[in-house]
């Protein structure tokens, strides 16, 4: 499955077998995606965002 990258515009190969959840990232400018669902035959991804550790204890 192929789709294209938000910020670049670049083409994404997603595998074939990619679940909800997998992260796939942009070979041309590196940004990350979380796979939110696959729908069609074709993956629907969100940024991923970077989540620190910082709870806030
Ligand atoms: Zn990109």
Redesign the pocket.
């Known amino acids: 499955m192929k789709t294209s990258?938000e910020?670049?515009?670049?083409e994404i190969d997603v595998p074939d077998d990619a679940i909800k959840g997998e992260i796939v990232s942009?070979p041309?400018?590196?940004?990350e995606y979380e796979v939110t669902e696959i729908k069609e035959g074709k993956p629907v991804l969100k940024p991923a965002e970077e989540i620190g550790e910082d709870w806030g204890e």
């Open positions: 990258c910020v670049c515009g670049g942009c041309d400018c590196g940004s």
